[in-house]
């Protein structure tokens, strides 16, 4: 049965909406109206959004293009009624609802973000396929501050202390923001968004949410709009939640983790597995489609300048692009599991990742892997901390973004473009701030 939109924008007695689009860096762009206003506005063709939206810079800078229409066009907001849901932080009753944005004579905008991911999953589609996905989340809780040049501090919780000690699953570090989780919790209830464990992670007062596994566009809006629950949440708590790769100098960083199988619509069989449980061709075609092209598609899953401060080699964010089984020093874990649930978790993504472009690059590398037929390295029994093979840099990822020819048909070649020139010049931007570390030591000795 076909969802009933303004049936449900009724019964719920909404008096605004919120109209999200994501855009590279996955901030929630769009507009608020009143439901009169939207419904009003579906009877005449849609919203309508400027392009150059979809090449803003987090800095909010909008930059030359050769790919963005010089003139300004317009490009056309759709609705997806399977992503309408309450917005529970509110007193009004507010609908938020996920578009699509497309050209004037309905063509998906190609750069548009959740249009890369959809592009991909077409490939699956034809073939037969479907990908199911598992996103793991982390972020930190810090102290509130309008001060961007003072370091982050860890909040007090419960007791009156702030952590100091690594306190990683621990119960009790937990309890001292209960409050503010109960809310997250009940706000996700609210929203359907299908959140399993809560655990804490290594940093003082840093955790992680995992989502139980699904539809790849579906977990995709759903961790797009958890970031944007946790950060509203917490504000309302008197702190804030960041999801920066790291945000502290001391403390490691945060990954969004993502755990991917392929589905036979056939069969409803897992591919990675035969009939008797031992891992099939095709799950070691797609461990060598990863080994092959993340390293090319690094940008996308390590965005920003500050993302690769996170790199460190160690367990918690491998630099490598070896695999093994339930060895969480490789970038590529295969979890120790049965047939129906054989699966790799991606290690490599920061949690400062666009989810859509995150879960796209993933699916790519395993698509062309799936092509390709390849076979992957052996798979690692020790530490592959000793292992750094992946860009170090961001201007190195973008250059291997733009060396590896394969991907750009299967993410679009005019998204690949954009995207190159946004990060190019926010690379550029970034290069022009001095650092306390540069005062500190070369102010007077150099």
């Known amino acids: 049965m076909t969802f009933d939109m303004q049936k449900w924008l009724s019964d719920q007695a909404i008096t ?22 939207f419904v009003s506005a579906q009877d005449t063709g849609g919203l309508r959004l400027p392009e150059y939206v979809f090449g803003q810079a987090v800095t909010g800078e909008y930059y030359d293009s050769d790919v963005l229409n010089e003139i300004g066009s317009d490009v056309v907001l759709i609705p997806d009624p399977n992503t309408c849901r309450l917005v529970p932080w509110y007193d009004e009753p507010t609908a938020q609802i996920i578009h699509d944005a497309v050209t004037q004579d309905g063509r998906l905008v190609p750069f548009a973000a959740r249009a890369v991911l959809k592009r991909v999953l077409s490939l699956f589609e034809k073939a037969g396929l479907e990908p199911v996905i598992a996103p793991e989340l982390e ?5 509130q501050s309008n001060d961007a040049n003072s370091p982050l501090i860890t909040p007090t919780g419960r007791s009156g202390r702030a952590e100091k000690a690594k306190q990683a699953y621990g119960i009790d570090a937990v ?12 706000h996700c209830d609210v929203q359907d968004l299908d959140i399993d464990t809560l655990s804490h992670e290594a940093g003082a007062a840093q955790m992680e949410i995992n989502f139980n596994h699904g539809n790849a566009l579906e977990l995709a809006d759903q961790a797009f709009l958890f970031k944007r629950t946790v950060r509203q949440t917490a504000i309302n708590h008197g702190l804030h939640a ?19 199988s392929v589905m036979s619509k056939k069969t409803g069989k897992n591919i990675f597995a035969n009939t008797d449980g031992s891992e099939s061709d095709d799950f070691y075609h797609s461990i060598a489609g990863m080994q092959r092209y993340l390293s090319g598609a690094m940008a996308l899953m390590a965005p920003y300048v500050n993302s690769y401060r996170r790199r460190t080699g160690t367990e918690d964010s491998p630099a490598n692009l070896a695999w093994g089984m339930d060895n969480r020093t490789v970038g590529l874990r295969v979890p120790i599991s049965g047939a129906e649930s054989r699966r790799i978790e991606n290690r490599i993504p920061g949690a400062d990742a666009n989810p859509y472009l995150a879960i796209a690059a993933t699916l790519s590398s395993v698509w062309l892997g799936l092509q390709e037929k390849r076979r992957p390295t052996r798979p690692r029994k020790v530490s ?3 292992l750094e093979t ?4 961001l201007d190195a990822a973008l250059d291997s973004l733009e060396r590896v020819k394969a991907l750009h048909p299967v993410l679009g070649e005019d998204f690949v473009k954009l995207f190159v020139e946004v990060k190019r010049a926010e690379a550029e931007a970034f290069l022009e701030v001095i650092s306390p570390w540069e005062r500190e030591y070369l102010l007077l000795n150099v």
């Open 16 to 37: 605004e909406v919120e109209c999200l689009v994501s855009d590279i860096s996955g901030i929630p762009r769009g507009k608020i109206l009143p439901v009169n206003k």
């Open 390 to 393: 992946l860009p170090r840099n």
């Open 175 to 186: 309890n001292e923001f209960d409050p503010l989780f109960e809310e997250i919790y009940d």
């Open 242 to 260: 960041t999801f920066m790769a790291k945000p502290m100098q001391e403390q490691p960083g945060s990954a969004m983790h993502i755990h991917i």
């Open 139 to 143: 972020f930190f809780l810090v102290k």
């Open 384 to 386: 592959a901390e000793d």
